[in-house]
């Protein structure tokens, strides 16, 4: 059994500015000459901010890498969007701010280097009698649709629009109708100040046993493409697929009447594609509130694979040591894999980014691809499609199964 000291939260408590965090509805969508505060590392300030952004300070990270806060113009953002995806072949890549002291603050106050670092947790792998049955009922068809629901409903799922905003009333409600009216189980949209139009949706199941221990599975639910908030970014793979594998995890377990010992968040991020904002202000929020967190898995991108890679990828940087030694032990014990291969994505990659940078034990999976990337080529564009992936989920199965793993070994089962 897996334990967050108590000790460990305690010395986590001390503020930091972010997005204010609230139930209600979300702020309207950014105005493109309203200015915004992105951390980002400084590589990336000088090779895609240049012309766009007014660098205001350049200061050390907590994991050495040089870090850089700059002001850009809100419509600019997709252009940096771009170049992190094309340039520099990897995800995410900044986190956001309304001020310069909100980003400030969180440099200052970042705790990755004590997340990577932390010992105070310790996991364990003994509920094969819950995971092992699990395995047999993922279905590919239902991912599938849940992807084409997600890329086909709505040109964008952009936060600064209403149709971002109408994608997370979708998954809210679709989660809904898999919580069958149990008693355990709530969910709920949470907004931020700084995440437009889209709130990120909230699933809990309440432990049995070990209420105040919380662990989480999360994926971004919004899409972006060139040419702003009101391009074409159906957002198939990037990331309709990763909340369409958690959707599916959420199914299974669900379905099967399970009932945790530990509580179990499920989340939907709004606007990760504009500077990780939703799952800062939650992961910030959870921190400030001392709510111990045991682990935090990312879905982002499940849906593409590259003809001869492997299934699936562990995000080796920005992570927890010790959780990411518990995914390579599911892996190797539920999907009889054997090494399960490495990714470097760098600075502020994506959500998991969030609850590292709050202190909290994160690891990410990613889709199969080769050494200097091969992630699909369509995201962030109008082709970023179901029919590009070949009108199939097959390649997100995987992981769904390593999520329910994930799990069932995290939540446990009460009673076990």
């Known amino acids: 059994m897996s334990r967050f000291a108590p000790q460990l939260l305690l010395s986590l408590a001390a503020s930091v500015a972010a997005p204010a965090i609230a139930s209600g509805p979300a702020a309207a969508g950014d105005d493109p000459l309203k200015p915004v505060y992105v951390v980002a590392a400084e590589r990336t300030h000088r090779a895609a901010l240049a012309d766009a952004g ?42 956001a701010f309304d001020s310069r002291e909100q980003a400030e603050a969180f440099v200052r106050d970042d705790l990755s280097a004590l997340a990577v670092s932390a010992q105070a947790v310790e996991y364990t792998v003994d509920n094969q009698a819950t995971v092992t049955p699990w395995l047999g009922q993922v279905r590919e068809a239902d991912i599938r649709a849940t992807i084409r629901s997600l890329s086909g409903n709505w040109t964008t799922r952009h936060a600064a629009t209403a149709s ?6 979708w998954i809210r409600d679709s989660w809904k109708r898999l919580a069958a009216n149990r008693a355990d189980v709530s969910v709920e949209q949470v907004a931020c100040s700084n995440c437009g139009q ?130 390579r032990q599911l892996y190797s014990r539920y999907l009889g894999g054997g090494t399960l291969a490495e990714y470097r994505c760098g600075y502020g990659c994506s959500d998991h980014a969030s609850w590292t940078s709050a202190g909290y034990p994160a690891a990410m999976l990613f889709e199969g691809g080769t050494a200097t990337g091969g992630y699909s080529p369509h995201i962030h564009t109008r082709n970023d499609t179901l029919a590009n992936m070949g009108n199939s989920a097959a390649n997100s199965v995987p992981f769904a199964k390593l999520g329910l793993a994930f799990l069932g070994e995290l939540g446990k089962t009460s009673g076990m």
């Open 54 to 95: 007014t660098r205001l300070r350049t200061l050390a990270g907590r994991d050495g890498e040089a870090l850089a806060i700059s002001r850009v113009p809100a419509g600019r953002l997709p252009e940096l969007v771009r170049h992190v995806h094309e340039k520099e072949k990897r995800c995410g890549g900044f986190f």
């Open 164 to 169: 971002g905003r109408a994608a997370s009333d």
């Open 198 to 327: 889209q709130p990120s949706v909230v699933l809990t199941v309440r432990g049995n046993e070990l209420p105040d221990e919380v662990a989480v599975l999360g994926a971004h639910m919004d899409s972006i493409a060139s040419g702003g908030s009101s391009a074409s970014a159906p957002g198939a793979d990037d990331d309709a697929s990763g909340v369409a594998t958690l959707t599916e995890v959420l199914r299974v377990a669900l379905g099967s009447g399970w009932k945790p010992r530990r509580t179990v968040k499920f989340m939907a991020y709004a606007a990760e594609e504009i500077g990780l904002r939703g799952s800062n202000a939650i992961a910030v929020d959870h921190r400030n509130r001392g709510v111990n967190v045991v682990g935090v898995l990312q879905l982002d991108m499940t849906n593409y694979r590259t003809a001869g890679a492997a299934d699936l990828r562990l995000i080796s940087d920005n992570s927890n040591a010790g959780l990411q030694g518990l995914v």
